[in-house]
């Protein structure tokens, strides 16, 4: 089973950035954190990396529900969303599978969770 839903796209990076965010607020989900990875690993290493950001999504209702169902989900949350620029003129948008990490955790309530949040990324994929 494969751990993340991916498109790729004919956006600039900066396009599908602001696509997948307004994607995301369609379905109930907020961005709780944003890691530009292209300029960490110039500032940590010296080193030039693609344009890749990470998006730390959050739908606030499912969080909770999954949060009641399992206290330790947290480390698990958010749900992650990267953009990475392939070239110029593509970009590749990638969600974690929320079903495929909710089987390490083996709590059948968070199934599903774990399905209504699969089908909401998926939306978001699709409509980038």
């Known amino acids: 089973m494969k751990y993340y839903i991916e498109k790729t796209t004919n956006y600039s990076f900066d396009e599908a950035v602001e696509k997948v965010t307004e994607e995301l607020k369609k379905e109930g989900f907020g961005v709780l954190s944003e890691i530009n990875i292209h300029e960490k690993l110039k500032e940590k290493l010296d080193v030039d990396f693609r344009k890749y950001r990470i998006l730390g999504a959050c739908n606030p209702p499912k969080a ?65």
């Open 64 to 128: 909770y529900e999954a949060l009641q169902a399992e206290n330790k989900i947290g480390t698990m949350l958010p749900c992650n969303v990267i953009v990475q620029e392939l070239d110029e003129s593509k970009t590749e948008v990638a969600a974690v599978d929320p079903v495929a990490s909710m089987m390490a955790v083996g709590n059948a309530e968070l199934e599903s969770i774990a399905k209504e949040i699969r089908t909401k990324l998926q939306k978001v994929i699709d409509a980038v």
